[in-house]
C-alpha cells in the first residue's frame, strides 16, 4: 500500500510568483486536506478536497487555492507569494470525510525569498 | 472554538527516564484527540488517537495518553525514553462533525541525553 507522497520536496521561490504543490493520496483515500507549517509551529490547516469540491477552509486569503482530481491526488496552488509563505506544506489524506484519522505525506519546504 | 495548548516548547530528559509531556485542549463539544510525533525534516507521524472508547490510549513506540475531561487535559507519558524518542510531539483536537480538520498545539521538542 503507497502512502501520502508529495512533490516536490523542496522548492525555493521569488517574491510574487506563483507555486503548485502536488500530493497523491494513499490508495483507496477520496478525502485530501493541506496544512501549512511555518518554522518553529504547529500545522495550521488550509482547506480540504472531498470528491474533488473544496469542504472546508482555514483562514487563509484566496490566493491560497487548490484542486482535487478523480483519482483523488490533489494540487496546491499559492499566487503573488510572500516571504511569510516560507513553510513546510503537509498534505494528509483520509479513507473517507469525517474519518478520524489522518495520514500524512512528508512535506514540501518552500522558501520564498 | 477549539485550541489545544502544549506547556513547555522543550523537555529534555535522559535515557530510561520518564517522559510527560503536557496537552490541554479546549472544546465545546466532545473532542478526537491525537498525538503525532515528527521527526527532523519529515512529515507527521501518528502516535495515538482518543475517540471516546477507553479513556486511556495506548501507542506506539511505548507511549500512551490519558483522557481527562476534568482536567481537558490528554498528557502524553513514556515510562523510559529511549535516544530515539527525540523529535518534534504535536498534540491535536478535532471536532466530530464535519471534515474533522485538525487542530494542533505549538509542539513540545524532547530531547534525550545520554
Known amino acids: 500500500e503507497t502512502g501520502v507522497t508529495q512533490s516536490p520536496t523542496h522548492l525555493i521561490k521569488t517574491r510574487g510568483q506563483q507555486v503548485t504543490l502536488r500530493c497523491s493520496s494513499q490508495?483507496?483515500?477520496?478525502?485530501v486536506s493541506w496544512y501549512q507549517q511555518a518554522l518553529g509551529q504547529g500545522p495550521q490547516f488550509i482547506f480540504q478536497?472531498?470528491?474533488?469540491?473544496?469542504?472546508g477552509r482555514g483562514n487563509f486569503p484566496p490566493r491560497f487555492s487548490g484542486l482535487q482530481f478523480p483519482n483523488y491526488s490533489s494540487e496546491l496552488n499559492v499566487n503573488a507569494l510572500e516571504l511569510d509563505d516560507s513553510a513546510l506544506y503537509l498534505c494528509?489524506?483520509?479513507?473517507?470525510?469525517?474519518?478520524?484519522?489522518?495520514?500524512f505525506g512528508q512535506g514540501t519546504r518552500l522558501t520564498v525569498v | 472554538a477549539q485550541s489545544v495548548t502544549q506547556l513547555g516548547s522543550h523537555v529534555s530528559v535522559s535515557e530510561g527516564a520518564l517522559v510527560l509531556l503536557r496537552c490541554n485542549y479546549s472544546?465545546?463539544?466532545?473532542?478526537?484527540l491525537f498525538w503525532y510525533v515528527q521527526y527532523p525534516n519529515q512529515g507527521l507521524q501518528l502516535l495515538l488517537k482518543?475517540?471516546?472508547?477507553?479513556?486511556l490510549v495506548k501507542g506506539i513506540n511505548g507511549f500512551e495518553a490519558e483522557f481527562k475531561k476534568s482536567e481537558t487535559s490528554f498528557h502524553l507519558t513514556k515510562p523510559s525514553a529511549h535516544m530515539s524518542d527525540a523529535a518534534e510531539y504535536f498534540c491535536?483536537?478535532?471536532?466530530?462533525?464535519?471534515?474533522?480538520?485538525?487542530?494542533f498545539g505549538a509542539g513540545t521538542r524532547l530531547a534525550v541525553h545520554p
Open positions: 472544546s465545546s463539544v466532545p473532542p478526537y
Open positions: 490508495s483507496g483515500h477520496n478525502t
Open positions: 494528509a489524506s483520509s479513507p473517507r470525510q469525517g474519518y478520524t484519522e489522518a495520514f
Open positions: 482518543y475517540t471516546s472508547a477507553a479513556t
Open positions: 478536497y472531498y470528491r474533488e469540491e473544496e469542504n
Open positions: 491535536a483536537v478535532s471536532d466530530r462533525g464535519g471534515y474533522n480538520k485538525l487542530i
